[in-house]
């Protein structure tokens, strides 16, 4: 166990454990490089390993944590590197403000149902993001949904998120029994439902202030996830009780979808009635007060906010995608007839209608960097693509089916810019599968994203990068100068 002010990879200083659990212990560390504080997570290498195992686990480890680094969401904590250390995975995350959602259980009580609501609408944003690039997040649980100051939620510990299809638990004992899906501890394979589960399952706490299936030992509460119905969620009202348990539902089949989860969170977190309004005001500056004094001592430290003399930058807030690309630029660049889809805030993606493209999508994403306290949203910005450069830099090779090719500058678009490509195999194809063309760029305190997704592509054909490319272009020029 490193000591206090170790130095992991001549970089990140170690200052303070922030908390440990199954999957691992985090750090509050300095990124000597950069000169910004981090948390740090040291994975958890399970017992009883022979050298070969242990190499072969961190080398998983590494792969999935450079997978989970490239998914965004404004509920997502950033991954921005993964590290070796002899034997030992380290994964380094942004420092987020906040305090984890069971702190804030034990300490103020139970959530109004409404704002509990809200907080699912955010991890499910995460959990959306993280399906829709093929990835699980395995550890849905109380202890890893932290709240903002102003109330928002976000999900931690993307580090350990694991491919679609596995098996059983990728990490051994990462999660918690009674946030793990009846599959899961049945080692059948996990899939977005299992997600979807934990989540009801952290809801249900949050509104009951106890879980679903809380017993005194950990193999009773093993055996009531997979033998037992939870009592029905009282202080969650009838319809947010209902869905949460059909959420529980013990087979996966049986569970609703995302779309279906999200249309009825959506619906509740709007819902209006006597005093909620002022309950979940009274809920935001409680957690906001706590967030003070708790300081460095939560799950992740307070960030430093804002200060308003720093320069904002360009750009108050990120431009809606949609409106940086006109259908029928993306129908010439993609070469068919498309339909357009706000996918999410601050994504909006064009996929092929017809043909026999079907499936091929083009994807833009657009976020705009805040100023902190020391630094203008220009520099954070130019810092945030700094990091995504190393990251990206650094899955480049091939990996059991993905393959991930050369990180090249991109001339005259933003300020700076980068392109990335990338392929990997279908599960049951050795000739066929998914091609990505990736393009980041900079301008001011804005960042721009472009995928081009192609599907049944072989892996002999060249990558395509000049469509994510040319649209980008267009993008740039959309954007309000």
Request: with cysteine; aromatic share 6%.
């Amino acid at each position: 166990m490193p000591g206090d002010l170790y130095l992991l990879a001549g970089r990140y200083r170690l200052i303070e454990r922030l908390g440990q659990g199954g999957a691992g212990t985090v750090w509050r560390a300095i990124d000597e490089t950069l000169d910004r504080q981090v948390a740090v997570k040291q994975v958890r290498v399970p017992q009883g390993m022979g050298p070969r195992e242990r190499a072969a686990f961190a080398d998983l480890a590494i792969h999935e944590a450079r997978s989970a680094g490239r998914l965004r969401d404004p509920a997502i904590v950033l991954v921005h590197d993964v590290v070796l250390d002899g034997d030992q995975p380290w994964i380094i995350m942004d420092l987020v403000t906040g305090r984890s959602l069971d702190k804030v259980i034990k300490e103020s009580g139970p959530l109004p149902p409404q704002f509990a609501a809200q907080v699912g609408l955010r991890v499910l944003s995460a959990l959306e993001v993280a399906h829709a690039h093929g990835m699980l997040h395995q550890d849905v649980k109380p202890a890893n949904i932290l709240l903002d100051a102003d109330g928002s939620a976000m999900l931690t510990d993307f580090g350990i998120a694991t491919p679609m299809g596995g098996r059983g638990d990728r990490f051994g004992s990462a999660g918690s029994p009674g946030y793990m899906a009846p599959e899961r501890l049945n080692e059948q394979p996990s899939g977005p439902s299992s997600d979807l589960w934990s989540l009801g399952a952290s809801l249900y706490t949050a509104v009951e202030g106890r879980a679903p299936f809380e017993r005194e030992l950990p193999a009773a509460i093993a055996a009531a996830v997979l033998l037992h119905q939870p009592p029905f969620p009282v202080r969650a009202g009838r319809d947010l009780g209902g869905l949460l348990m059909a959420m529980l539902a013990k087979d996966p089949a049986a569970r609703p979808d995302a779309a279906r989860v999200r249309a009825e969170l959506t619906r509740l977190a709007g819902a209006t009635g006597g005093g909620r309004p002022r309950r979940r005001a009274a809920w935001a500056a409680a957690i906001a007060a706590a967030v003070v004094v708790l300081g460095a001592g939560g799950w992740y430290a307070a960030s430093a906010l804002g200060d308003p003399a720093q320069d904002t930058g360009r750009y108050a807030a990120a431009p809606d995608p949609c409106a940086l690309l006109g259908d029928d630029e993306a129908a010439r660049l993609m070469k068919g007839a498309v339909e357009s889809d706000p996918t999410r805030a601050g994504e909006c993606q064009w996929q092929l209608s017809s043909g026999s493209g079907r499936g091929n999508r083009l994807i833009v994403r657009a976020w705009a960097e805040r100023p902190t306290r020391d630094l203008g949203g220009p520099e954070v910005a130019r810092r945030r693509f700094t990091s995504e450069r190393s990251t990206r830099a650094a899955a480049e090779g091939t990996s059991l089916r993905a393959s991930h090719g050369k990180v090249r500058d991109v001339a005259g678009l933003g300020e700076a810019a980068i392109i990335q490509n990338a392929f990997e195999f279908y599960l049951n194809s050795t000739e066929s599968g998914k091609s990505d063309s990736v393009l980041l760029f900079r301008t001011s305190n804005l960042l721009g994203e472009v995928v081009w997704h192609r599907e049944e592509a072989t892996r002999k054909a060249p990558a395509d990068q000049d469509t994510a490319i040319a649209a980008a272009r267009l993008v740039f020029a959309a954007l309000p100068k």
